[in-house]
């Protein structure tokens, strides 16, 4: 990222501010991305909730406790049938408290399959980084992809770009977007499609110090000062729709 003509793009990367290291004088807020896998029976009903595994173990058990309380709805596929699990892409924060504890803070994201490796994010190539940078394209673009049974991508179509911007920046985009890998979402134990649309905010900046991420729904991660990651991908027919309680 250049100093002169820093580029970002909100729709595809998650910011996660982390904190400062916890001092001798007092802790530090801590603020961090995290998934969970939900398996959902075709009532509606939660069935089962697992956290990020690399969470620690207190961790985890307050991100599944909070999701536990959260609304489901299984969205029916015709002639598939069972248990349908899709990923959910959280922020969480530990705000330290007075008594010497943590008071956790948890935001929703969004719903659908997860990018395999990726924290919550949407890595995004030097490729089309480049591409933004020599352009000096400023857009706000509709990413729509699939995201096969395989985990595999194909790009569908891309909205938002004048003729001469889309011949600059749709042949990186479809790279980026049919590089990544996804863990798919599943019904009755198998594998499925998933179409997605994915906002994408070009923006030409002086440099770093005029980013500005947005705050977090929680009350605890603004108080860590923990960024909501801007635009969120949108899983067009997810098999479960999600209504959090924040």
């Given at each position: 990222?250049?100093?002169?003509?820093?580029?970002?793009?909100?729709?595809?990367?998650?910011?996660?501010?982390?904190?400062?290291?916890?001092?001798?004088?007092?802790?530090?807020?801590?603020s961090?991305?995290?998934?969970?896998?939900?398996e959902?029976?075709?009532?509606?009903?939660?069935?089962?909730?697992?956290?990020?595994a690399?969470?620690?173990?207190?961790v985890?058990?307050?991100?599944?406790?909070?999701?536990?309380?959260w609304?489901f709805?299984?969205?029916?596929?015709?002639?598939?049938?069972?248990?349908?699990?899709?990923?959910?892409?959280l922020?969480?924060?530990?705000?330290?408290?007075?008594?010497?504890g943590?008071?956790?803070?948890?935001?929703?994201?969004?719903?659908?399959?997860?990018?395999?490796?990726?924290?919550?994010?949407?890595?995004?190539?030097?490729?089309?980084l480049?591409?933004?940078?020599?352009?000096?394209?400023?857009?706000?673009?509709?990413?729509?992809?699939?995201?096969?049974?395989?985990?595999?991508t194909?790009?569908?179509?891309?909205?938002?770009?004048?003729?001469?911007?889309?011949?600059?920046?749709?042949?990186?985009?479809?790279?980026?977007i049919?590089?990544?890998?996804?863990?798919?979402?599943?019904?009755?134990?198998?594998a499925?499609?998933?179409?997605?649309?994915?906002?994408?905010?070009f923006?030409?900046?002086g440099?770093?110090?005029d980013?500005?991420?947005?705050?977090?729904?929680?009350?605890?991660?603004?108080?860590?000062?923990?960024?909501?990651?801007?635009?969120?991908?949108?899983?067009?027919?997810?098999?479960?729709?999600?209504?959090?309680?924040?």
């Amino acid at each position: 990222m250049k100093s002169f003509n820093a580029i970002v793009l909100t729709g595809a990367l998650v910011a996660c501010a982390a904190s400062a290291a916890p001092t001798a004088q007092a802790p530090k807020p801590v603020s961090f991305m995290a998934d969970a896998k939900v398996e959902v029976d075709p009532e509606g009903k939660l069935v089962k909730v697992e956290a990020s595994a690399d969470l620690p173990e207190s961790v985890r058990h307050y991100i599944e406790q909070q999701v536990g309380k959260w609304t489901f709805k299984r969205n029916l596929r015709e002639g598939e049938t069972g248990n349908a699990t899709t990923y959910l892409m959280l922020g969480a924060c530990a705000v330290p408290t007075t008594g010497g504890g943590y008071s956790m803070g948890l935001a929703y994201h969004w719903a659908g399959p997860r990018v395999i490796g990726a924290g919550g994010r949407f890595p995004v190539s030097s490729e089309l980084l480049s591409a933004v940078g020599r352009t000096r394209i400023s857009a706000v673009t509709q990413v729509h992809f699939t995201v096969a049974a395989d985990g595999t991508t194909h790009l569908d179509q891309v909205d938002g770009l004048h003729a001469r911007e889309k011949k600059a920046l749709e042949p990186p985009i479809k790279r980026w977007i049919e590089a990544l890998r996804f863990d798919p979402e599943t019904i009755g134990g198998k594998a499925v499609a998933t179409r997605s649309t994915l906002p994408v905010e070009f923006k030409q900046y002086g440099g770093p110090e005029d980013l500005h991420p947005d705050p977090m729904v929680s009350p605890q991660c603004r108080q860590a000062g923990m960024g909501g990651g801007g635009m969120a991908p949108v899983a067009v027919d997810s098999v479960i729709s999600v209504t959090p309680v924040i």
